[in-house]
């Protein structure tokens, strides 16, 4: 579920972003830890992400890898997408954008998952995006302070069945 949250993050729309399919690779130490769970607990995690809609992402060497479409009407906007709201109880606020670089904060408030966090980072060219994440609270009643890096690269210029944020 974080690791849901903090690639959402990075999914910085802005009108130098490619459209199409992007790959999301994040890593952070909570990453690291995911081959260590007990099977019933990863299990417990990936029913916890299906119930709020989520796709678990891939998890191999402290890295999540996901995938996610960036429409032309996203492209075309100089917004982040409103992922928050519906998936995770979170909303973002103080959304900014100088140039190439973004920046965002986002309050989370819902049973699972509680606190306070920021996103930024830079639109290196139109197919490709740096970043780093920062969330301190709590999920599913665990303390979290946790960083993550985040690299995106577009892939190709159709979706497929992935879906836009």
Known sequence: LITQLLVANANAAGNNMRPGL?????TS?????VPHLPPDQMQSIKDLASEY???MPQIENGAA??????TQEMADKNTLPNFYNAELGCTSKNATRNGNNYK?????ASTDLK???TAEGTIT???AFTGQTNFIGEAQGNTVNERAD??????????GAVKPL
Request: aromatic content about 8%.
């Open 22 to 26: 992007w790959q999301i690779t994040t």
């Open 29 to 33: 130490d909570l990453l690291r830890l």
């Open 53 to 55: 809609g989520l796709e």
């Open 65 to 70: 890898i996901s995938q996610t479409c960036i």
């Open 104 to 108: 965002v904060d986002f309050v989370c």
């Open 115 to 117: 606190g306070n966090g």
């Open 125 to 127: 060219t139109p197919e």
């Open 150 to 159: 985040i690299n995106g690269k577009w892939l190709n210029a159709s979706c």
